[in-house]
């Protein structure tokens, strides 16, 4: 290959990397940027039960203290005891069922 034809394929390469390179800066999704988190704003806004309720300083109504502790050993005993079932063996089956 002549030197020539050699230094402007060169050329042509660096200029179409460079055109690559700023193709890459332009932003494309205007519309979608200006509206990105919306969804999870709205989702995160309806889950609020009573949005006046910042400014409420009284305490929430609920369990009595040795009713909530009961509650809380029961649930965490629920979860050392098996409940009588014992877990199910996972079995795979490979290969076909023609005993091959």
Known sequence: ???????????????????Q??????????????????????????QVRDPASVGNRLPADGLDGPSAHAVMQRYRASFAEANG??????QFML????GK
Do not use: I, K, Y
């Not at 030197?3 to 042509?12: G, V």
């Open 1 to 19: 290959m002549p030197n020539s034809l050699l230094m402007s394929l060169r050329r042509l390469a660096a200029l179409l990397l460079a055109l």
């Open 21 to 46: 390179l700023a193709a890459c800066t332009h932003g494309s999704t205007p519309q979608l940027d200006r509206r990105f988190g919306d969804a999870v704003r709205l989702a995160m806004a309806q």
């Open 85 to 90: 079932q014992a877990p199910q063996p996972v």
């Open 95 to 98: 290969g076909g069922g023609n």
